[in-house]
């Protein structure tokens, strides 16, 4: 086996350790998600809060 061709067999090795799309995809959805649920999470509690004041 050539020295190119273990090169390229380590690279492609590699890559299947650590899928990068799937873990951009689920920074995305961390990214998404978390602010969406701090938003959420504030409406609900100041709704609450806004009724136990009345």
């Known amino acids: ?5 273990r090169k390229s067999l380590r690279k492609t ?3 299947e350790l650590v899928k990068r799309t799937l873990v951009i995809k689920i920074a995305a959805a961390w990214v998404i998600t978390v602010p ?5 999470s504030a409406f609900l ?4 809060k806004g009724f136990m004041l009345s």
């Open 1 to 5: 086996m050539s020295k190119g061709e």
């Open 45 to 48: 509690f100041y709704t609450i």
């Open 13 to 15: 090795y590699r890559k």
């Open 36 to 40: 969406c649920a701090a938003v959420m």
